[in-house]
């Protein structure tokens, strides 16, 4: 194998060294590290993925030794809480990627790493600089009360919560069929087994773009039998046609037919949808499943800022006022389908 070297000024062969790592950090921690040495000058070369690796034993190596908190720790604090990166980085006050960094397999100070293992461990100390932070404005309040409500969901089975969860949803989301929820009574059942379906078919299924293609597929089956499918009332949002209240948030959080993922980046934060394979279409008919199919082929390859524009398109999104319900009637004519 060859890398370039910036001494000799071309591709060149390289031999590995084993180098004693006596101390990092001011901390023994008797490791060692591989180095790449030119073949032709003999001067040391980086190599990125020896680096990498070298990097990885002097962590972990590190980590033994000073019980520095885990990658797998701070996750499973951030789970706790239902929090992303970006959230519990607001909460300590530190740095923008540096809960992302060190989930990486970065590693932090030791006064940083006690300071996560005492909040890990302690609830009532992370309660108290949650409340620090959504006083001094850090984070809202929508996410204090995630955390607020922690003790209380620490003694109710998740099960429990998923039951909450249908409870709210099917509440928030049921009414008399009309024109619009198109002449469908909802169906929570059943629109789980569509979102399942759904992200088998479609590779990175966002939960934004879940939601547009639950619109695409109500509005062409309205305009195709007469009746939506799902029975789901939708409003005008600034970025499309969005399940009434943005309520596909709380619906990509149910867990029995698929799994919520967040993810951050430097970007922010985004959730895709995962499918737990089991879903079950039997309770829809040969044409329900073709509409299905049509949105997911006309969808799939194009991205969601690409499928929010598609649906700005359309007259229910168009001649509806922002934050209203938009009718189905708009369903007869359809722009995304010329």
Known sequence: MKVYCPYCRKEVAYKIEKREVKEFRGIEIGTYENVAICEKCK??????????????????????????ITPQEIRKLRE?????QRELTAILGFGKMTINRYERGGVPTKSQSD????????????????????????????????????DIEDIVSQEDIQAMYRKYINYAL???????????TFDL????????????????????????????????????????????TYQNQQFGPTIVE?????????????????????TGTKSYITSNHNYDLSKLGKEEIKIINTIIKLLKDKKVTDISNLSHQEDGWKKTKRFENISFEYAMKLNFMK
């Open 174 to 184: 049921t009414r008399k069929p009309d024109i619009y929820n198109g002449y469908k």
């Open 189 to 232: 059942e059943l629109l789980e087994n569509i979102i399942s379906y759904l992200a088998s078919k479609v590779k990175n299924l966002t939960i934004t773009s879940m939601n547009k293609y639950l619109w695409f597929i109500d509005i062409l089956a309205f305009q195709q039998r007469g009746t939506s499918i799902t029975g789901l």
């Open 115 to 150: 300071y996560l293992k005492l909040l890990s461990e302690n609830a009532m100390e992370f309660n108290k600089k949650a409340k620090e932070a959504y006083e001094a404005k850090r984070i809202n309040q929508k996410t204090y009360q995630k955390i607020a409500m922690q």
């Open 43 to 68: 001067k040391d070369l980086y190599v990125n993925e020896i680096e990498n690796e070298n990097n990885e034993r002097i962590y972990k190596a590190y980590q033994r030794k000073t019980n520095c």
């Open 246 to 266: 943005q309520k596909y948030k709380e619906i990509s959080l149910l867990d029995n037919k698929y799994t919520r993922n967040d993810y951050e980046d430097e």
């Open 80 to 84: 706790k809480y239902q929090l992303s």
